[in-house]
């Protein structure tokens, strides 16, 4: 199957002329030119009206716009050092989230303290808005653990890198909560290639049938490692909702307003009682898939560059700035807040010490377990022998 | 073991009810505790091991799910997340594959992912094992692919009071428990004392006292085994039959105490020999009694092949004669 000879697929704007044999040059239909896409926020900067979500931002006031500017920032900046942590032998592995700030900050600043977020292994800036320690999220990417924070603490659930799994342990904390009889909600991030997974699907199927209120958040960010959504679906992801019995919408990813209304019209759904509602994010990952992986091998620069002048941060600072909103010195005192994140984060890192060798037999089992028992205990020997020798 | 319980309190019924009434026993003491599954609300499960308990207990806490076991486990995840304790059942031991990937990458992992802040107390109900004439995937025995997987517990009775007693103990486990039931005991009969304290979860018990060899098995092949014991008997040779309850952990303390009595020891499952569980038995065993056995540690379970066509079936479980082939050959050396 060819992408030209996908049935029920809008014509697409071409993004440049050269071709690169074997990669993509195309650029997906462009937030600003799809009728489909929430967007509060052109590209310019500009506010358009919407008429359906303006009311979930009409209080949003010049001081809230330049938090959500801020935490974009700030979590880019995070991602950055990241990446270079990675680069400098000090994480072993990063998922950059770059290019996705919006979506993830619009919607992680439309939740509630008891609402409850399943992340994907990508949902730094999420983490950041739920208030995670940058620095928790590094421990697993440094590899001293598995996870290095208290899901409950706040109310923000492990990575979990098994794709899709976490949106039925989504689906099934929402479960509880409408058996509790509370009006919280739960938000399940995921992406477009986790939509291909079965687990995606059920998880679709059991909140739409016990009406659970959770918010699926997709961030359709063009490419699940090498693969563009035309490997994973022959519809729009956010249609997909239709099927299972619920409401679907594309939002503008890159575009924090918008995300922020979406999420909040979502979640009072939710609260009210309505049920799931499928969020496609549609936004672009602008670096690699990971720190192991090689996007030069399939895409092409010009598709890079028709999503920089998308750019989330961007956008806003343009906005901010013709609405004189922000001064020289919000700019400036901002480059600083962030070199000393970077900082804190590189110092943080380095400090960060190995786990102590017994940590592989904690909490396997939270009764214990015989044979694990057993075997922390020749593994002290064992390690005991050496120190026998003199060696220690 | 029944009657060891035979007092006033002590009631007859079939293992199946068993369960019945330690699920009732549980959704009655703990409002967390939920049942979930295909046709475990009205239809009270295929097995019918459920049967009554939404009536009494509503359709929020006894759930008739979608059609799909991924999410029945995945939302049980979600559900212990908020503070539940699921009890789901699998409708036959052939179903759990769709689950597996929930059950091993997320259920048995998550207490310690998040460095103990998480727990997972969940029940994994799976009808196991053959016997009884089914169709395909109806009758095999996977306990093995559990086993393996360090955060799992894995047990599985072989009578109706422990059936009632170690669903209980699996409930107020906050680790997640694989609960392997032997359908084709659902319907045997046993004394069930609802008020004696039970032994421990994971502790093996002596189900027939012997001197020449030890028969170790568990859940339907207990019943083989003390079947071979009587037969053995008849020709003069004391085997003691050792009823194992939980595959993991293992309680090797009790088979080897057995077995440095008696020297030999059978291992007897359904499951296929090929790395099954008496493999690890008998490597564990060979390591800890190697200066008291007479014998190496045999196996008896089923082949490496599918489980065969009903018709089959008879030729591919291990039987009364294969147990006792072994006891000879044991015994011979």
């Keep these: 199957m060819t992408v030209e000879s996908t049935a029920a697929r809008k014509p697409r704007r071409s993004a440049g002329t050269k071709s690169t044999a074997g990669k993509r040059t195309t650029a997906r239909n462009a937030p600003g030119t799809d009728p489909e896409l929430v967007q509060l926020l052109t590209p310019e900067g500009q506010r358009v009206k919407n008429a359906e979500y303006d009311k979930y931002v009409a209080g949003v006031t010049p001081e809230e716009l330049r938090g959500l500017y801020r935490d974009m920032v700030l979590t880019r900046r995070f991602d950055a050092e990241a990446t270079s942590l990675q680069r400098q032998g000090e994480l072993g592995l990063w998922a950059s989230l770059l290019g996705q700030e919006a979506a993830q900050i619009g919607s992680g600043r439309a939740l509630r303290d008891d609402d409850y977020v399943f992340p994907t292994y990508r949902e730094h800036g999420v983490a950041w808005c739920r208030g995670v320690d940058p620095t928790n999220l590094l421990g697993m990417f440094r590899g001293v653990n598995n996870g290095g924070w208290d899901p409950n603490g706040n109310n923000f659930h492990l990575y979990t890198i098994v794709i899709g799994s976490q949106t039925l342990h989504a689906t099934g904390y929402a479960m509880g909560i409408a058996k509790d009889g509370a009006d919280s909600a739960v938000i399940a991030y995921f992406g477009d290639g986790a939509s291909s997974q079965g687990d995606v699907a059920e998880s679709f199927t059991f909140s739409a049938v016990y009406n659970a209120p959770v918010v699926f958040f997709c961030q359709n960010n063009q490419w699940a490692i090498s693969e563009p959504t035309e490997r994973q679906t022959r519809v729009p992801l956010y249609q997909r909702a239709q099927g299972f019995g619920f409401p679907g919408v594309r939002v503008d990813g890159n575009d924090v307003l918008a995300c922020l209304a979406v999420t909040r019209w979502a979640l009072e759904r939710a609260r009210n009682g309505e049920g799931p509602t499928l969020v496609e994010a549609y936004t672009y990952r602008m670096g690699a898939h990971t720190t192991s992986d090689d996007p030069t091998k399939y895409r092409a620069d010009e598709e890079r560059e028709a999503w920089e002048a998308k750019d989330p941060i961007l956008r806003l600072r343009r906005h901010l700035e013709t609405s004189n909103h922000t001064d020289d010195g919000f700019f400036a005192e901002l480059e600083d807040e962030s070199e000393a994140l970077g900082r804190r984060v590189r110092e943080a890192v380095r400090a960060m010490p190995d786990p102590d060798h017994f940590a592989i037999f904690e909490n396997v089992y939270a009764d214990g377990h015989a044979l694990v028992d057993e075997e922390r205990a020749q593994f002290a020997a064992y390690q005991a022998s050496f120190a026998d020798e003199g060696g220690n | ?333």
């Design chain 2, 1 to 333: 073991m029944a009657e060891t319980f035979k007092a006033e309190t002590s009631t007859s019924m079939a293992l199946a009810k068993a369960i019945n009434e330690s699920l009732r026993r549980a959704l009655e003491t703990d409002p967390k505790v939920l049942v979930m599954g295909e046709d475990v609300g009205k239809l009270g499960g295929v097995f019918r091991v459920t049967d009554g308990l939404q009536k009494d207990f509503g359709e929020s806490r006894v759930i008739d799910t979608p059609l799909a076991e991924s999410g029945i486990v995945g939302t049980a995840i979600g559900l212990a997340l908020r503070g539940y304790r699921p009890v789901v059942e699998i409708q036959f031991d052939g179903f759990v594959f769709p689950a597996y990937d929930q059950i091993v990458t997320q259920l048995a992992k998550m207490h310690a992912r998040s460095l103990g802040k998480v727990k997972m107390p969940v029940v994994v109900r799976i009808p196991y094992g053959g016997g009884i004439g089914a169709v395909e995937h109806h009758s095999e025995s996977p306990e093995s692919l559990f086993a393996h997987v360090a955060g799992l517990k894995v047990v599985s009775p072989s009578n109706a009071s422990d059936a009632y007693w170690m669903m209980q103990q699996a409930i107020q486990s906050d680790d997640p428990v694989i609960f392997f039931e032997p359908k084709r005991r659902y319907w045997d009969k046993g004394e069930v004392n609802t008020e004696a304290i039970p032994g421990e979860l994971h502790k093996a018990q002596v189900a027939r006292e012997g001197t020449d060899l030890t028969l170790a098995a568990y859940g339907p092949m207990v019943k083989l085994c003390l079947e071979a014991a009587n037969a053995a008997a008849e020709e003069g040779k004391s085997l003691e039959v050792l009823d194992l309850r939980s595959v993991s952990p293992l309680d090797f303390d009790s088979i080897q105490a057995s077995v440095e009595k008696t020297r030999r020891l059978v291992v007897v499952h359904e499951a296929p020999v090929f790395f099954g569980s008496g493999a690890e038995i008998a490597a564990r065993i060979t390591e800890r009694c190697f200066y008291h056995l007479e014998a190496p540690v045999l196996r008896v379970g089923g082949y490496h092949a599918p489980y065969p066509p009903a018709r089959l079936e008879e030729e591919y479980l291990p039987g009364l004669d294969r147990v006792l082939d072994a006891v000879d050959r044991a015994l011979a050396y």
